[in-house]
């Protein structure tokens, strides 16, 4: 090579070189200069933040300056004004601090004691001498937990108060946890001093404060935080991970190449803001134009070299073919000038007889053919020419490819001649085949968006504002009833405009003219109007509702509109329906007004929206005063609106329909009522919140009598069951005292004695079991038990009750133990109804047969008896309360009619089933399910307590207020123990605490108290004494300190001298 030659290669190596490291450090210069102002302007949407704080504090105080006194209500009402959840983000609410010396505390609570709200509590306790207390908070529902606070119980609310106070400027606090933050994230509180001349009910120093969480102020600064670049906030000048307020990207994972960091000063404190780039932004400057660069001044290199050897080595062959190849050269640079001029074409070159000599590479691929196809082909097996072309036809050639598709072309040709005087001729050729196929199709799509536009009856209009004619559709015409391009209708020639105008209804022309005249103001974005067109039709004028949506679409230069382009369709059914819908909710409101049942609606923040007469009569305010408005929790007592809006709220996130539950109301006359409500919700999407209907009953009286009927049942409880556990105790004293030496119509009367008062005690047990079964207050002690073992003490029970109706007992039960997991004493007292009444009805000298086994996952009992029967017209009421097959049954087989509800009710409780057959005068079959046992073994029967062979005389002490019942008590135990008693709770401890007893009888209810008290005295004393409970109370649950829990109606003297004397284990 040349020394010139290599010098100019290596001038562009370097050049190329040079020029792309310039290109890349302009491009990384110009990305970092753009994120130090993205930066940039990220703290300055931040300081923009804080002063939108500080001017709203500067409002509040203002306030506060201008006000004498504000209340509470009052400053909630001014704070809520400001709409602090729309228009300052992060701002968990504003308030008012107060320095209170310690010695004005008293005054100062009395002060904010305001009538009608709860007074605060000042929290926590601090000892100072001078108390920052916070005495105005609002909202309150979120900031409850700060109102009374007192800010001298930490370091930095003290801080930022005392240098607001010194300087009396706006301060902020360092990094803290606000009280009312759940979440425990990054706090500050921002105060501002009141400068106020010293007022009748206001402290000396006062600050009004906005408290907010630091991630919640710093997020969406700006559009591009998140997109363009990722923040960490720290509190101080340095970026300590302590220190750290707010991270967009804590684990790093969005970081791109370029950081700043910033730090801004506010209100007293510097932040340290470090911003980051996302691999979004470094995406944006990463131009590859300097690797292009690279590549260009390469290529240009190697084409340099490629053509300096070139024309090195043209040069040395030029001088020796140069008179030869002058001529050849000539015709090949004219050939080729003519290829270039037409490179984006196909070009073919033929000879004099049509024949293909060449053909670029645009031709080539046009046909599909590869450059050793063409050359001595024919012309006119690829081209053929259109003779006699279509109107609107733009090709005028038809082409094959290879492949046999079909192309449409416009061909052009030139003649020359070649360097030996050969006849040429160039062929330009363009494919218009895509080209025709995309207007075909716009074609195509312009029919069917015109069909369209027919179908769904919706009529296009543009009208021209400058000189007041209009274009319209098709199914403009058919909406308006002109049938579009007839004879009689010309709708190209036909003033559309002053037709339109002339058909609309006189009261609604305006209506039309305005919304257009706002829409070409540019004072609304679209016209937008619903009138009445006439139609004149064979049984007269019709009017019919069109609504016009338009819009303007051209303006002039001075911004006048000149075009108006628009819709039109028919809504005249719609207008009906929406007619008939207001119709409809008119008649729905009526009715709710005239409703029997009262009525309240209400919005998701307790406000009454409607209300109905009921309502009010219930309520005892009128509509005005319900709607002025007032809350629905203004009518709930404080302590009742709790539960009601947790259960509310649950229904709600349930997707529950339907609440139910009975509350407290309060009525105007401030007495509180007892109501029942009924709840649903409907969310409504237009307004974006629920809304809440409740149907309210009042109750009172209900109340009152289920009052009522609790005290008859504790008044039975106790009234009937003490006399009549004192008379069956004196029948049986007569009886062992008097023995076999009483007269045979003295004994007979002893047995009707006896026998009428077991039946009394059966139906005052049956009616207090029924109610405390009934409402719940019945305690069932679950365990395993062995169902079999059930049986047989049942039957040896009722074997005195068995051998008086002269039956007998046949028992069938599983060689395995059928253990069953169910309460015992309530168990056996579903055997002994179904039992007994097995046995009751019954013929003399007939069968009892009972039997139990394992059913699939349960354990059954049946019980069959002979007899008459159950009719049939008995059976569907069979297990209701007081029922009896006739009403004779009563007085011929004794009995409530209760003991069949009260077995249902605890099998029932069990989780089993209960039922029967019966076949008349033949066989009635009773049975009943229980669970089955766990899957651990029955636990082994307790060891029976044997009596205590001590054989001193026992001191009891009996504790009754009733004095026949205690005479009872005391003849019977008098054989085998000393019998003390007392009649009060006083007389009791009187006793006790001068003598010694190794036993007490108790009755729970006395004069002066409950026996409950006395017994925890007793265990408190650890005195080793044993303690019966004998009481007509059945609803106590069982206690352990208790030897035994009897109840006077379902015990004898017999047990209670056993419990006395320790026979007996814990009953209840």
Request: net charge negative; charged share 25%; proline share 4%.
């Amino acid at each position: 090579m040349r020394k010139l030659d290599v010098f100019l290669i290596a001038l562009f190596i370097l050049i190329t070189i040079s020029m792309a490291m310039l290109r890349y450090q302009t491009s990384q210069t110009a990305a970092q200069q753009e994120f130090v102002r993205l930066s940039l302007d990220g703290t300055e949407a931040l300081d923009t933040r804080f002063d939108s704080y500080l001017h709203s504090l500067t409002g509040v105080a203002a306030f506060i300056v201008a006000s004498d006194n504000v209340t509470r209500q009052e400053f909630d009402s001014y704070v809520k004004s400001l709409k602090v959840e729309d228009y300052l983000p992060g701002v968990l609410g504003m308030g008012l601090i107060e320095a209170v010396p310690a010695t004005d505390m008293e005054s100062f609570m009395a002060l904010h004691a305001e009538p009608g709200l709860e007074p605060f509590e000042i929290h926590p306790k601090v000892d100072t001498d001078e108390h920052l207390i916070i005495s105005h908070i609002s909202p309150l529902e979120r900031n409850r937990d700060a109102l009374g606070l007192d800010l001298r119980f930490e370091e930095a609310r003290t801080e930022a108060l005392e240098n607001s106070r010194a300087t009396g400027k706006p301060q902020m606090t360092r990094r803290i946890t606000l009280v009312q933050d759940e979440m425990e994230q990054a706090g500050f509180l921002l105060v501002l001093p009141v400068a106020m001349p010293q007022k009748a009910g206001w402290s000396k120093d006062l600050w009004v404060y906005v408290p907010f969480v630091g991630p919640d102020i710093l997020a969406d600064l700006t559009p591009s935080q998140g997109k363009s670049y990722e923040i960490s906030v720290y509190d101080g000048e340095t970026t300590d991970p302590e220190n750290l307020i707010f991270d967009t990207d804590p684990d790093r994972k969005n970081a791109g190449a370029f950081s700043t960091v910033l730090t801004t000063s506010n209100l007293g404190r510097a932040w340290t803001v470090v911003y980051r780039s996302t691999p979004a932004y470094d995406a944006l400057f990463k131009k590859y134009a300097h690797i292009l660069i690279l590549i260009a001044g390469t290529l240009l290199t190697f084409m340099l070299y490629v053509a300096l050897r070139s024309t090195r080595i043209r040069s040395e062959a030029m001088a020796e073919v140069a008179e030869m190849r002058a001529r050849k050269l000539n015709a090949q640079e004219a050939e080729k000038s003519s290829i270039l001029e037409n490179a984006v074409s196909a070009v073919f070159v033929l000879d004099g007889d049509g024949r293909v000599l060449s053909a670029n590479q645009a031709a080539l691929d046009m046909f599909g053919h590869d450059s050793s196809e063409l050359p001595a082909r024919a012309f006119d097996t690829l081209v053929q020419t259109v003779e006699q072309a279509e109107p609107g036809d733009r090709h005028n050639a038809i082409g094959q490819t290879k492949d046999g598709r079909r192309l449409l072309l416009d061909v052009q040709r030139n003649d020359w001649l070649s360097f030996d005087d050969e006849l040429r001729r160039t062929i330009i050729i363009h494919d218009l085949t895509e080209e025709i196929r995309t207007q075909d199709e716009l074609k195509n799509t312009k029919t069917l968006y015109d069909l369209a536009l027919q179908g769904a009856q919706i009529g296009v209009f543009d009208v021209d504002l400058t000189t007041g004619t209009s274009d319209v559709s098709d199914t403009w015409c058919r909406i308006m009833g002109i049938e579009p391009n007839t004879q009689s209708m010309d709708t190209q020639t036909m003033d559309t405009q002053s037709l339109f105008m002339e058909r609309i209804h006189p009261e609604d022309r305006q209506i039309l003219i305005n919304a257009d005249v706002a829409c070409m103001r540019g004072e609304t974005e679209r016209s937008i109007a619903e009138y009445r067109i006439r139609f004149d039709t064979p049984d007269g004028v019709v009017w019919r509702w069109m609504k016009s949506d338009a819009i303007v679409v051209e303006r002039d230069e001075n911004g006048r509109a000149t075009r108006l382009i628009g819709t039109q369709t028919d809504v005249t059914n719609l207008r009906h329906s929406r007619n008939a819908l207001e119709a409809s909710e008119k008649r729905f409101r009526k009715v709710i007004s005239v409703a029997p049942v009262s009525m309240v609606m209400m919005d998701d923040q307790s406000n009454i929206t409607g209300v109905n007469n009921a309502f009010c009569t219930v309520s005892g305010y009128s509509e005005d005063e319900l709607m002025a408005p007032m809350r629905m929790a203004d009518l709930i007592p404080p302590d009742g609106r709790g539960p009601i809006y947790k259960a509310v709220a649950e229904m709600v996130a349930a997707g529950a329909e339907l609440y139910e539950g009975e509350h407290e109301v309060l009525h105007s006359s401030g007495e509180l009522r007892w109501c029942y409500f009924r709840v649903s919700w409907v969310y409504d999407k237009n307004e974006g919140r629920y809304f809440y209907v409740a149907q309210v009953l009042d109750i009172t009286d209900q109340k009152k009598v289920e009052h009522m009927k609790n005290e008859f049942v504790a008044t039975v409880s106790h009234e009937l069951r003490t006399p009549l556990t004192s008379i069956k105790g004196a029948l049986g004293l007569i009886r062992a005292t008097g023995g076999d030496d009483m007269p045979p119509a003295t004994q007979r009367l002893m047995d009707i004695a006896t026998t009428n008062v077991d039946r009394l005690t059966s139906i005052v047990n049956d009616i207090l079991d029924l109610e405390k079964i009934s409402s719940g207050e019945v305690t069932f002690n679950f365990e395993n038990v062995d169902m079999g073992g059930l049986i047989r003490d049942t039957v040896d029970e009722l074997s005195p009750y068995i051998r008086t109706h002269l039956a007998t007992v046949e028992i069938d039960l599983p060689e395995v133990p059928l253990e069953v997991f169910a309460d015992p004493g309530r168990t056996k007292q579903v055997l002994v109804n179904l039992l007994s009444n097995a046995c009751k009805y019954s013929p003399d000298n007939s069968a009892v047969r009972i039997k139990a086994e394992r059913l699939g996952g349960v354990g059954i009992v049946y019980i069959q008896n002979e007899g008459p029967g159950i009719p049939e017209h008995f059976r569907v009421r069979i297990f209701k309360a007081f029922s009896q097959a006739d009403s004779s049954d009563t007085r011929a087989k004794g009995g409530t009619g209760l003991g069949l509800n009260i077995t249902r009710q605890i099998v029932k409780r069990h989780g089993g089933e209960i039922g029967f057959e019966s076949i008349p005068n033949r066989v009635t079959v009773f049975w009943f399910t229980c669970p089955l046992a766990e899957t651990k073994a029955l636990l082994p029967p307790p060891d029976a307590i044997k009596p205590s062979e001590n054989r001193e005389r026992l001191k009891v002490l009996h504790l009754e207020d009733d004095l026949d019942f205690a005479e009872v008590i005391h003849s019977g135990l008098t054989p085998v123990a000393d019998v003390s008693h007392a009649k009060n709770l006083a007389e009791a401890r009187k006793r006790l605490k001068h003598n010694d007893y190794d036993v007490i009888v108790l009755d729970w209810t006395l004069p002066d108290g409950d026996a409950s008290e006395l017994l925890d005295e007793v265990y408190e004393s650890g005195k080793n004494i044993r303690i019966v409970a004998l009481s007509a109370d059945g609803s106590r649950r069982a206690d352990q300190r208790l030897s035994a829990n009897l109840v006077k109606s379902r015990t004898d003297l017999a047990g209670i001298s056993a419990s006395v004397l320790g026979l007996e284990a814990q009953a209840s």
